[in-house]
């Protein structure tokens, strides 16, 4: 019996290398960009309140960066945004 999810058909496996590939730098922009962000709300706080919508932004990249490692440690089949809808 296997423990992989079957919710998509299954790739072969260069594609899927690919893919894993493509999401690795997806991961390491959406990290960076989580990071900036992080920097920009607290600076926000130190002057008023940090702002909302970047806390549903930050939570969304969160997200994402779940199904990136969910996809990349062959967790699901599912491939993440760009090639399904953003979290």
């Known amino acids: 019996m296997s423990n992989t999810p079957t ?3 299954q790739r072969k496996l260069w594609q899927r290398a690919l893919l894993m ?6 991961f390491q922009l959406t990290a960076t960009l989580l990071c900036v962000l992080a920097v920009v709300q607290f600076a926000l706080a130190l002057v008023n309140a940090p702002s909302t919508r970047l806390s549903h932004f930050g ?14 440690g062959f967790a699901t089949e599912e491939v993440p945004f760009p090639f399904s809808d953003w979290p």
């Open 7 to 9: 919710t998509a058909p």
């Open 21 to 26: 590939l493509l999401m690795a730098v997806a």
């Open 59 to 72: 939570r969304s990249l969160g997200q994402y960066l779940r199904q990136i490692a969910d996809f990349v």
